[in-house]
Protein backbone atom coordinates (compact mmCIF):
# COMPACT_ATOMS: atom_id res chain seq x y z
CA UNK A 1 0.00 0.00 0.00
CA UNK A 2 3.34 2.20 0.48
CA UNK A 3 4.19 2.23 -3.10
CA UNK A 4 0.25 3.03 -3.93
CA UNK A 5 0.19 6.00 -1.06
CA UNK A 6 3.47 7.44 -2.88
CA UNK A 7 2.01 7.43 -6.14
CA UNK A 8 -1.28 9.39 -5.08
CA UNK A 9 0.83 11.22 -3.25
CA UNK A 10 3.13 12.25 -6.34
CA UNK A 11 0.66 12.21 -9.21
CA UNK A 12 -2.76 13.45 -8.18
CA UNK A 13 -2.45 14.75 -4.50
CA UNK A 14 -5.48 17.37 -5.31
CA UNK A 15 -7.96 14.64 -6.00
CA UNK A 16 -8.61 12.26 -8.90
CA UNK A 17 -10.70 13.50 -11.77
CA UNK A 18 -13.87 11.30 -11.93
CA UNK A 19 -15.58 10.56 -15.63
CA UNK A 20 -18.16 9.23 -17.06
CA UNK A 21 -18.10 5.94 -18.39
CA UNK A 22 -18.50 6.66 -22.07
CA UNK A 23 -16.31 9.32 -21.78
CA UNK A 24 -12.85 7.49 -20.95
CA UNK A 25 -13.73 4.21 -22.74
CA UNK A 26 -14.79 2.84 -25.62
CA UNK A 27 -18.47 0.64 -25.97
CA UNK A 28 -18.37 -2.40 -27.74
CA UNK A 29 -21.43 -4.21 -29.37
CA UNK A 30 -22.57 -7.96 -29.80
CA UNK A 31 -24.17 -10.41 -32.01
CA UNK A 32 -27.75 -10.64 -32.49
CA UNK A 33 -28.25 -14.33 -31.66
CA UNK A 34 -31.30 -16.72 -30.67
CA UNK A 35 -31.30 -19.13 -27.86
CA UNK A 36 -32.18 -21.71 -30.75
CA UNK A 37 -28.86 -20.80 -32.54
CA UNK A 38 -26.40 -20.98 -29.46
CA UNK A 39 -28.20 -24.26 -28.53
CA UNK A 40 -27.42 -25.74 -32.69
CA UNK A 41 -23.57 -23.75 -32.61
CA UNK A 42 -22.49 -25.53 -29.47
CA UNK A 43 -18.86 -26.95 -29.23
CA UNK A 44 -17.15 -27.89 -26.67
CA UNK A 45 -13.76 -26.94 -28.44
CA UNK A 46 -14.80 -23.98 -30.24
CA UNK A 47 -12.58 -20.96 -29.69
CA UNK A 48 -15.08 -18.02 -29.76
CA UNK A 49 -17.01 -17.43 -26.06
CA UNK A 50 -20.23 -16.94 -26.74
CA UNK A 51 -22.23 -14.77 -23.59
CA UNK A 52 -26.10 -14.80 -23.83
CA UNK A 53 -28.23 -13.77 -20.99
CA UNK A 54 -28.33 -14.82 -17.73
CA UNK A 55 -25.85 -17.55 -17.17
CA UNK A 56 -25.60 -19.05 -20.65
CA UNK A 57 -22.14 -19.10 -21.81
CA UNK A 58 -21.36 -21.36 -24.65
CA UNK A 59 -17.92 -22.15 -26.65
CA UNK A 60 -18.63 -21.78 -30.72
CA UNK A 61 -16.49 -21.87 -33.76
CA UNK A 62 -16.26 -18.36 -35.41
CA UNK A 63 -17.98 -19.73 -38.77
CA UNK A 64 -20.82 -20.97 -36.88
CA UNK A 65 -21.34 -17.84 -35.56
CA UNK A 66 -23.99 -16.00 -37.60
CA UNK A 67 -23.63 -11.90 -38.01
CA UNK A 68 -20.09 -12.46 -35.99
CA UNK A 69 -18.61 -9.41 -34.38
CA UNK A 70 -15.85 -10.80 -32.35
CA UNK A 71 -14.02 -8.78 -29.74
CA UNK A 72 -10.00 -9.59 -29.54
CA UNK A 73 -8.91 -7.62 -27.26
CA UNK A 74 -9.17 -7.32 -23.17
CA UNK A 75 -13.01 -5.78 -22.44
CA UNK A 76 -15.33 -6.01 -19.64
CA UNK A 77 -18.76 -7.26 -20.63
CA UNK A 78 -21.84 -5.45 -18.62
CA UNK A 79 -24.11 -8.65 -18.28
CA UNK A 80 -27.67 -6.54 -18.20
CA UNK A 81 -30.25 -8.95 -18.39
CA UNK A 82 -31.26 -11.23 -15.86
CA UNK A 83 -28.06 -11.74 -14.37
CA UNK A 84 -26.73 -8.07 -13.32
CA UNK A 85 -22.79 -8.39 -13.27
CA UNK A 86 -19.54 -7.47 -15.28
CA UNK A 87 -16.85 -10.12 -16.42
CA UNK A 88 -13.49 -9.38 -17.88
CA UNK A 89 -12.33 -11.34 -20.69
CA UNK A 90 -9.43 -10.99 -22.11
CA UNK A 91 -9.70 -14.42 -24.85
CA UNK A 92 -11.99 -13.79 -28.07
CA UNK A 93 -15.14 -13.59 -27.31
CA UNK A 94 -18.82 -12.02 -28.45
CA UNK A 95 -22.26 -11.61 -26.27
CA UNK A 96 -25.71 -11.76 -27.55
CA UNK A 97 -26.57 -7.73 -28.68
CA UNK A 98 -28.75 -7.04 -25.68
CA UNK A 99 -25.11 -6.35 -23.59
CA UNK A 100 -22.53 -4.43 -23.98
CA UNK A 101 -18.74 -4.01 -23.46
CA UNK A 102 -15.76 -1.85 -22.60
CA UNK A 103 -12.16 -1.28 -23.63
CA UNK A 104 -9.39 0.92 -23.38
CA UNK A 105 -6.49 1.22 -25.51
CA UNK A 106 -4.27 0.46 -22.03
CA UNK A 107 -5.11 -3.33 -20.55
CA UNK A 108 -4.93 -1.86 -17.02
CA UNK A 109 -7.71 0.62 -17.53
CA UNK A 110 -9.79 -1.78 -18.83
CA UNK A 111 -9.08 -4.29 -15.15
CA UNK A 112 -9.26 -1.13 -13.25
CA UNK A 113 -12.71 -0.52 -14.97
CA UNK A 114 -13.91 -3.95 -14.22
CA UNK A 115 -13.00 -3.82 -10.81
CA UNK A 116 -15.17 -0.28 -10.57
CA UNK A 117 -18.31 -1.85 -11.95
CA UNK A 118 -18.06 -5.31 -9.22
CA UNK A 119 -17.42 -2.68 -6.70
CA UNK A 120 -20.22 -0.90 -7.67
CA UNK A 121 -22.55 -4.07 -9.07
CA UNK A 122 -25.15 -3.98 -6.11
CA UNK A 123 -26.44 -0.28 -7.29
CA UNK A 124 -26.67 -1.80 -10.99
CA UNK A 125 -28.87 -4.13 -9.92
CA UNK A 126 -30.82 -1.89 -7.66
CA UNK A 127 -31.32 0.47 -10.99
CA UNK A 128 -32.62 -3.01 -12.58
CA UNK A 129 -35.36 -3.71 -9.90
CA UNK A 130 -38.94 -3.27 -11.33
CA UNK A 131 -37.94 -3.55 -14.85
CA UNK A 132 -40.22 -6.15 -16.80
CA UNK A 133 -40.15 -10.14 -15.16
CA UNK A 134 -36.26 -10.41 -15.62
CA UNK A 135 -33.74 -7.92 -13.76
CA UNK A 136 -32.60 -5.28 -16.84
CA UNK A 137 -30.57 -2.53 -17.25
CA UNK A 138 -30.58 0.30 -19.67
CA UNK A 139 -27.36 1.09 -21.62
CA UNK A 140 -27.13 4.66 -19.63
CA UNK A 141 -27.12 3.08 -16.65
CA UNK A 142 -23.29 2.12 -16.94
CA UNK A 143 -22.52 4.57 -19.68
CA UNK A 144 -23.17 7.75 -17.67
CA UNK A 145 -22.17 6.11 -14.55
CA UNK A 146 -19.34 8.14 -13.09
CA UNK A 147 -15.92 6.76 -12.27
CA UNK A 148 -12.78 7.99 -10.60
CA UNK A 149 -10.19 8.09 -13.04
CA UNK A 150 -6.54 8.13 -11.54
CA UNK A 151 -3.44 8.29 -13.66
CA UNK A 152 -1.75 5.01 -15.28
CA UNK A 153 0.32 3.85 -12.73
CA UNK A 154 -2.02 4.13 -9.83
CA UNK A 155 -4.92 2.00 -12.12
CA UNK A 156 -1.85 0.02 -12.65
CA UNK A 157 -1.23 -0.25 -9.08
CA UNK A 158 -4.26 -0.91 -8.12
CA UNK A 159 -5.21 -3.83 -10.26
CA UNK A 160 -1.83 -5.29 -9.11
CA UNK A 161 -3.06 -5.05 -5.39
CA UNK A 162 -6.59 -6.85 -6.58
CA UNK A 163 -5.50 -9.03 -8.83
CA UNK A 164 -3.38 -10.56 -5.87
CA UNK A 165 -5.87 -10.61 -3.10
CA UNK A 166 -8.29 -12.26 -5.52
CA UNK A 167 -5.96 -15.22 -6.39
CA UNK A 168 -5.07 -15.44 -2.53
CA UNK A 169 -8.95 -15.51 -2.10
CA UNK A 170 -9.24 -18.16 -4.58
CA UNK A 171 -6.11 -20.35 -3.65
CA UNK A 172 -7.71 -20.25 0.01
CA UNK A 173 -11.57 -21.34 -1.35
CA UNK A 174 -9.97 -24.21 -3.05
CA UNK A 175 -8.15 -25.32 -0.09
CA UNK A 176 -10.93 -25.32 2.18
CA UNK A 177 -13.22 -26.61 -0.44
CA UNK A 178 -10.83 -29.81 -0.73
CA UNK A 179 -10.61 -30.41 3.01
CA UNK A 180 -13.92 -30.35 3.17
CA UNK A 181 -14.21 -33.29 -0.03
CA UNK A 182 -11.50 -35.34 1.84
CA UNK A 183 -13.76 -35.36 5.19
CA UNK A 184 -17.00 -36.01 3.61
CA UNK A 185 -15.23 -38.81 2.02
CA UNK A 186 -13.55 -40.26 5.02
CA UNK A 187 -17.10 -39.70 6.55
CA UNK A 188 -18.25 -41.71 3.61
CA UNK A 189 -16.02 -45.13 3.64
CA UNK A 190 -16.58 -45.15 7.23
CA UNK A 191 -20.46 -45.05 7.43
CA UNK A 192 -20.29 -48.04 4.77
CA UNK A 193 -17.80 -50.48 6.92
CA UNK A 194 -20.60 -49.36 9.88
CA UNK A 195 -23.13 -50.53 7.82
CA UNK A 196 -21.81 -53.61 6.20
CA UNK A 197 -19.89 -55.55 8.69
CA UNK A 198 -21.04 -58.43 8.15
CA UNK A 199 -20.70 -60.87 10.99
CA UNK A 200 -23.18 -59.60 12.71
CA UNK A 201 -25.18 -58.33 9.94
CA UNK A 202 -28.06 -59.92 7.75
CA UNK A 203 -29.86 -57.87 4.57
CA UNK A 204 -33.17 -57.68 4.61
CA UNK A 205 -35.47 -55.68 2.13
CA UNK A 206 -35.82 -52.24 3.40
CA UNK A 207 -40.12 -52.90 3.37
CA UNK A 208 -39.37 -55.52 6.00
CA UNK A 209 -38.93 -52.89 8.39
CA UNK A 210 -40.99 -50.29 7.04
CA UNK A 211 -44.65 -50.12 8.88
CA UNK A 212 -46.29 -47.11 6.75
CA UNK A 213 -45.57 -45.40 3.58
CA UNK A 214 -46.86 -42.55 1.18
CA UNK A 215 -46.14 -40.48 -0.86
CA UNK A 216 -47.65 -36.81 -1.27
CA UNK A 217 -50.22 -34.49 -3.39
CA UNK A 218 -49.91 -31.18 -4.82
CA UNK A 219 -52.87 -29.34 -4.60
CA UNK A 220 -53.53 -27.11 -7.42
CA UNK A 221 -51.65 -24.08 -7.62
CA UNK A 222 -54.41 -21.83 -9.31
CA UNK A 223 -56.89 -22.85 -6.23
CA UNK A 224 -56.53 -19.97 -3.67
CA UNK A 225 -58.10 -21.58 -1.09
CA UNK A 226 -55.67 -24.57 -0.71
CA UNK A 227 -52.45 -21.69 -0.07
CA UNK A 228 -53.81 -18.66 0.55
CA UNK A 229 -52.77 -18.25 4.57
CA UNK A 230 -51.95 -21.54 4.69
CA UNK A 231 -50.70 -23.03 7.98
CA UNK A 232 -49.96 -26.60 7.17
CA UNK A 233 -46.01 -26.91 6.40
CA UNK A 234 -45.58 -28.82 3.39
CA UNK A 235 -42.17 -30.11 2.10
CA UNK A 236 -41.12 -29.88 -1.39
CA UNK A 237 -38.35 -32.33 -3.04
CA UNK A 238 -35.70 -29.36 -3.22
CA UNK A 239 -36.03 -29.50 0.85
CA UNK A 240 -35.04 -32.91 0.89
CA UNK A 241 -31.04 -33.22 0.86
CA UNK A 242 -29.56 -35.52 3.32
CA UNK A 243 -30.64 -33.54 6.46
CA UNK A 244 -32.79 -33.61 9.41
CA UNK A 245 -35.76 -30.92 8.47
CA UNK A 246 -36.41 -29.09 11.21
CA UNK A 247 -38.71 -25.48 9.47
CA UNK A 248 -40.49 -25.80 6.18
CA UNK A 249 -41.03 -22.57 4.27
CA UNK A 250 -43.85 -23.61 1.93
CA UNK A 251 -47.42 -24.20 3.20
CA UNK A 252 -51.07 -25.37 2.50
CA UNK A 253 -54.65 -24.95 4.47
CA UNK A 254 -56.27 -27.61 6.26
CA UNK A 255 -59.06 -27.97 2.94
CA UNK A 256 -55.78 -28.78 1.06
CA UNK A 257 -55.52 -31.67 3.01
CA UNK A 258 -59.42 -32.42 3.02
CA UNK A 259 -59.56 -32.23 -0.49
CA UNK A 260 -55.85 -33.53 -2.56
CA UNK A 261 -53.78 -36.36 -2.02
CA UNK A 262 -51.53 -33.96 0.54
CA UNK A 263 -51.37 -35.66 4.18
CA UNK A 264 -50.07 -35.80 7.30
CA UNK A 265 -47.34 -37.43 8.15
CA UNK A 266 -45.79 -38.10 11.32
CA UNK A 267 -42.15 -36.27 12.46
CA UNK A 268 -39.32 -39.16 11.99
CA UNK A 269 -40.53 -40.52 8.60
CA UNK A 270 -37.49 -41.49 6.26
CA UNK A 271 -38.24 -39.45 3.14
CA UNK A 272 -36.99 -40.06 -0.30
CA UNK A 273 -36.70 -38.10 -3.30
CA UNK A 274 -38.27 -39.92 -6.12
CA UNK A 275 -38.90 -37.21 -9.38
CA UNK A 276 -36.18 -35.78 -11.60
CA UNK A 277 -32.81 -34.07 -10.45
CA UNK A 278 -33.37 -34.90 -6.65
CA UNK A 279 -34.68 -38.07 -6.95
CA UNK A 280 -32.69 -40.71 -4.56
CA UNK A 281 -31.42 -38.05 -1.65
CA UNK A 282 -33.09 -38.61 1.65
CA UNK A 283 -33.88 -36.61 4.77
CA UNK A 284 -35.88 -37.18 8.10
CA UNK A 285 -38.82 -34.37 9.27
CA UNK A 286 -38.41 -33.76 12.38
CA UNK A 287 -41.59 -32.29 12.56
CA UNK A 288 -45.09 -33.30 11.42
CA UNK A 289 -45.70 -32.60 7.64
CA UNK A 290 -47.32 -32.87 4.28
CA UNK A 291 -45.36 -33.30 1.26
CA UNK A 292 -45.65 -33.05 -2.45
CA UNK A 293 -46.37 -36.48 -4.85
CA UNK A 294 -42.73 -36.23 -5.10
CA UNK A 295 -41.84 -37.63 -1.71
CA UNK A 296 -41.65 -41.27 -0.38
CA UNK A 297 -42.53 -41.01 3.29
CA UNK A 298 -41.60 -44.04 5.40
CA UNK A 299 -42.78 -44.50 8.97
CA UNK A 300 -40.20 -47.26 10.44
CA UNK A 301 -41.18 -49.83 12.14
CA UNK A 302 -39.65 -49.13 15.88
CA UNK A 303 -39.91 -52.56 17.37
CA UNK A 304 -37.02 -53.08 13.86
CA UNK A 305 -35.20 -50.46 13.09
CA UNK A 306 -33.95 -47.32 14.19
CA UNK A 307 -35.54 -44.36 11.92
CA UNK A 308 -32.05 -43.19 12.07
CA UNK A 309 -30.49 -46.20 11.14
CA UNK A 310 -32.75 -46.65 8.41
CA UNK A 311 -31.78 -43.45 6.99
CA UNK A 312 -27.94 -43.93 7.23
CA UNK A 313 -28.27 -47.03 5.08
CA UNK A 314 -30.16 -45.19 2.85
CA UNK A 315 -27.60 -42.58 1.98
CA UNK A 316 -25.17 -45.27 2.19
CA UNK A 317 -26.75 -46.64 -0.91
CA UNK A 318 -27.44 -43.38 -2.77
CA UNK A 319 -25.73 -44.53 -6.07
CA UNK A 320 -27.61 -48.22 -6.36
CA UNK A 321 -30.27 -45.80 -5.81
CA UNK A 322 -29.58 -43.90 -8.96
CA UNK A 323 -28.56 -46.34 -10.83
CA UNK A 324 -32.64 -47.46 -10.46
CA UNK A 325 -33.84 -44.63 -11.98
CA UNK A 326 -35.99 -45.24 -14.98
CA UNK A 327 -37.78 -42.85 -17.41
CA UNK A 328 -36.80 -39.96 -19.51
CA UNK A 329 -36.64 -37.73 -16.23
CA UNK A 330 -34.89 -40.50 -14.03
CA UNK A 331 -37.65 -41.25 -11.21
CA UNK A 332 -37.85 -43.82 -8.72
CA UNK A 333 -40.91 -45.34 -7.37
CA UNK A 334 -42.00 -46.93 -4.01
CA UNK A 335 -41.36 -50.92 -5.46
CA UNK A 336 -37.61 -49.95 -6.88
CA UNK A 337 -37.14 -47.94 -2.98
CA UNK A 338 -38.68 -50.91 -0.90
CA UNK A 339 -36.79 -53.40 -3.01
CA UNK A 340 -33.27 -52.13 -2.02
CA UNK A 341 -31.82 -54.35 1.22
CA UNK A 342 -30.28 -52.93 4.60
CA UNK A 343 -27.94 -54.64 6.83
CA UNK A 344 -29.61 -55.24 9.98
CA UNK A 345 -27.25 -56.21 13.02
CA UNK A 346 -28.11 -59.21 15.12
CA UNK A 347 -31.78 -59.89 13.33
CA UNK A 348 -32.37 -62.84 15.69
CA UNK A 349 -32.12 -60.75 18.78
CA UNK A 350 -34.27 -57.63 18.07
CA UNK A 351 -32.62 -55.59 21.28
CA UNK A 352 -29.43 -56.65 20.92
CA UNK A 353 -30.07 -55.76 17.47
CA UNK A 354 -31.71 -51.96 18.12
CA UNK A 355 -28.69 -51.51 20.33
CA UNK A 356 -26.42 -52.38 17.93
CA UNK A 357 -28.15 -49.82 15.85
CA UNK A 358 -28.01 -47.51 18.35
CA UNK A 359 -24.72 -47.68 18.54
CA UNK A 360 -23.87 -47.00 15.26
CA UNK A 361 -26.07 -44.08 14.91
CA UNK A 362 -24.48 -42.13 17.83
CA UNK A 363 -21.10 -42.79 16.27
CA UNK A 364 -22.49 -41.88 12.67
CA UNK A 365 -24.31 -38.65 14.44
CA UNK A 366 -21.09 -37.32 16.35
CA UNK A 367 -18.68 -37.61 12.94
CA UNK A 368 -21.97 -36.30 10.84
CA UNK A 369 -21.79 -33.32 13.04
CA UNK A 370 -18.02 -32.35 12.93
CA UNK A 371 -18.65 -32.91 8.71
CA UNK A 372 -21.80 -30.49 8.94
CA UNK A 373 -19.46 -28.12 11.38
CA UNK A 374 -16.71 -28.06 8.57
CA UNK A 375 -20.07 -27.62 6.30
CA UNK A 376 -20.92 -24.24 7.90
CA UNK A 377 -17.51 -23.14 8.86
CA UNK A 378 -16.62 -23.64 4.72
CA UNK A 379 -18.91 -20.87 3.66
CA UNK A 380 -18.30 -18.81 6.41
CA UNK A 381 -14.77 -18.33 6.06
CA UNK A 382 -15.38 -17.80 2.51
CA UNK A 383 -18.14 -15.11 3.38
CA UNK A 384 -15.66 -13.62 5.90
CA UNK A 385 -12.56 -13.41 2.93
CA UNK A 386 -15.14 -12.04 0.21
CA UNK A 387 -16.21 -9.10 3.10
CA UNK A 388 -12.63 -8.28 3.38
CA UNK A 389 -12.01 -8.45 -0.19
CA UNK A 390 -14.60 -6.38 -0.74
CA UNK A 391 -13.45 -3.64 1.92
CA UNK A 392 -10.26 -3.30 0.74
CA UNK A 393 -11.27 -2.80 -2.99
CA UNK A 394 -13.70 -0.04 -2.02
CA UNK A 395 -10.88 1.65 -0.38
CA UNK A 396 -8.71 1.42 -2.77
CA UNK A 397 -11.27 2.60 -5.34
CA UNK A 398 -12.31 5.78 -3.07
CA UNK A 399 -10.62 8.95 -4.14
CA UNK A 400 -11.62 12.80 -3.29
CA UNK A 401 -12.48 14.80 -6.34
CA UNK A 402 -10.56 16.85 -7.95
CA UNK A 403 -10.81 20.55 -6.81
CA UNK A 404 -12.96 19.92 -3.75
CA UNK A 405 -11.18 20.70 -0.42
CA UNK A 406 -10.30 17.12 1.82
Not at 195 to 203: P, Q, T
Given at each position: ??????????????GVE?K??KD??K???G??I?????K?????????R?FA???????A?E???P?V??T????????????????????????????W????E??A????L??????N???F????S?MGS???????VT???TI???????Q?????I??N?T?????L???L??????RK???????DSL?????????V?????????C??GT?K??????Y??G?VP????????????????SFI?????????AK?????C?????????????A??????T???????????E???????V???I?SQ???????K???????????????????P????P?K?????Q?????????????N??SK????E????E????????????????GLE?
Open positions: MSKLDDLIAKLCPDYKTCFRLRTPTAGKMEIECEDGEIVGGKTVINKEDINNIRVPAVLVQSRGVIDAVYFESPFTFKNEMAYTHEKSVKYYYVLKNIQSRDAAGLPQISLTEDFPFPPLPIEEIVRLDFELTAETAETAELTDKQYEYYRLSNNKINNNLLKSVVKKSSGPKDNSEFSNTWLRTQEVKFNEIYKIDTEEAVKKTSWIPANVIVAISGATAGRCINKIPTTNQHCYNMVIDTKALYKYYYCCHEELLSKQGARGDLNSTLIMGIEIPIYPNDNSLEEQRIVDILDRFDTLCDIGLPAIDERKQYEYYRAKLLTFPKAV
